[in-house]
């Protein structure tokens, strides 16, 4: 069973900056893609950013040029520097694991509260 610790959330306000975290229990040779996913009330889960295996990257586009999304291979860790941060960016974020034979897990979930 992959287990997934995140942590980094918190309450900041608008303009400021947060980095999460998200330790992964697999072997980096087992994943396929990382990423963050953030769910405000109401809402339904979106895309914030992944990362493949390759180091590839895709971000939301709500997110373009603020967030940066990072791993560390030798510490099975990836990493979302959130920078200029708005109240629309308020949300629980998660971190999603997909294993290159498709298994997927989720992160318990961290939240983002941004002022204005």
């Known amino acids: 069973q992959v287990q997934l610790v995140e942590s980094g959330g918190g309450l900041v306000q608008a303009g400021g900056s947060l980095r999460l975290s998200c330790a992964a229990s697999?072997?980096?040779?087992?994943?396929?893609?990382m990423g963050w996913y953030r769910q405000a009330p109401g809402n339904q889960r979106e895309l914030v950013a992944t990362i493949s295996k390759f180091g590839t990257t895709n971000y939301a586009d709500s997110v373009k040029g603020r967030f940066t999304i990072t791993r560390d291979n030798a510490k099975n860790t990836v990493y979302l520097q959130m920078n200029s941060l708005k109240p629309e960016d308020t949300a629980v974020y998660y971190c999603?694991?997909?294993?290159?034979?498709?298994?997927?897990?989720w992160g318990q979930g961290t939240q983002v509260t941004v002022s204005s």
């Open positions: 697999a072997s980096i040779f087992s994943i396929n893609y």
């Open positions: 999603k694991l997909v294993l290159r034979d498709a298994r997927l897990y």
